[in-house]
T-cell receptor, first 115, second 115 residues
Framework: AQSVTQLDSHVSVSEGTPVLLRCNYSSSYSPSLFWYVQHPNKGLQLLLKYTSAATLVKGINGFEAEFKKSETSFHLTKPSAHMSDAAEYFCVVTGPYTGGFKTIFGAGTRLFVKA | EAQVTQNPRYLITVTGKKLTVTCSQNMNHEYMSWYRQDPGLGLRQIYYSMNVEVTDKGDVPEGYKVSRKEKRNFPLILESPSPNQTSLYFC??????????????FGAGSRLTVL
């Protein structure tokens, strides 16, 4: 069975400080993992993806994530937050399952950035 | 421009009045999917389609229908809407049949209110 848990529903940081958004996953198969961002009143946009290549994945806008199989984690980080990073972030796992294919979204983490 | 187009973007309707939310993509994608987004629950998959005339239930299919008569279109039908279907709906597509390496392209969303 597949599942995704985003460990924080809200994260608040000050501008210029590091960002850490946590994601743990469960999958019976080797999963593909994604982070998407949703700005207010917008659709979802891909930040980065992991598909069994390098475990440290770099995305857009300075974000990166590290796939840690032993910890079943795929945490999203950014060294220095910007006001424009304020948004909701979704961790997503995809992969085969018996009889089909599943895409599962985490519940989301809302990032607040204080000036 | 490559995109997924949903209509209407906003709709207020009454219980029991059939409605259709259209979704069209211009990228020749095989895979299309519908999600609903509710606060604290992330995105949940309603239905998906691997290709023309091939559809399958997601995690929350009750009260919805879909069809895939053409590759580019994947309408979501609410035969008899109820207030618990008030939500934000997203259509998404990807190139191949649910391959984990393929990125989902999302529409801008359709906010539906059922009174």
């Amino acid at each position: 069975a597949q599942s995704v848990t985003q460990l924080d529903s809200h994260v608040s940081v000050s501008e210029g400080t590091p960002v850490l958004l946590r994601c743990n996953y469960s999958s019976s198969y080797s999963p593909s993992l994604f982070w998407y961002v949703q700005h207010p009143n917008k659709g979802l946009q891909l930040l980065l993806k992991y598909t069994s290549a390098a475990t440290l994945v770099k995305g857009i806008n300075g974000f990166e994530a590290e796939f840690k199989k032993s910890e079943t984690s795929f945490h999203l980080t950014k060294p220095s937050a910007h006001m424009s990073d304020a948004a909701e972030y979704f961790c997503v796992v995809t992969g085969p399952y018996t009889g089909g294919f599943k895409t599962i979204f985490g519940a989301g983490t809302r990032l607040f950035v204080k000036a | 421009e490559a995109q997924v187009t949903q209509n209407p973007r906003y709709l207020i309707t009454v219980t029991g009045k059939k409605l259709t939310v259209t979704c069209s993509q211009n990228m020749n994608h095989e895979y299309m999917s519908w999600y609903r987004q509710d606060p604290g629950l992330g995105l949940r998959q309603i239905y998906y389609s691997m290709n023309v005339e091939v559809t399958d239930k997601g995690d929350v299919p009750e009260g919805y229908k879909v069809s895939r008569k053409e590759k580019r279109n994947f309408p979501l039908i609410l035969e008899s809407p109820s207030p618990n279907q008030t939500s934000l709906y997203f259509c998404a597509s990807s190139l191949h049949r649910g391959s984990g390496a393929n990125v989902l392209t999302f529409g801008a969303g359709s906010r539906l209110t059922v009174l």
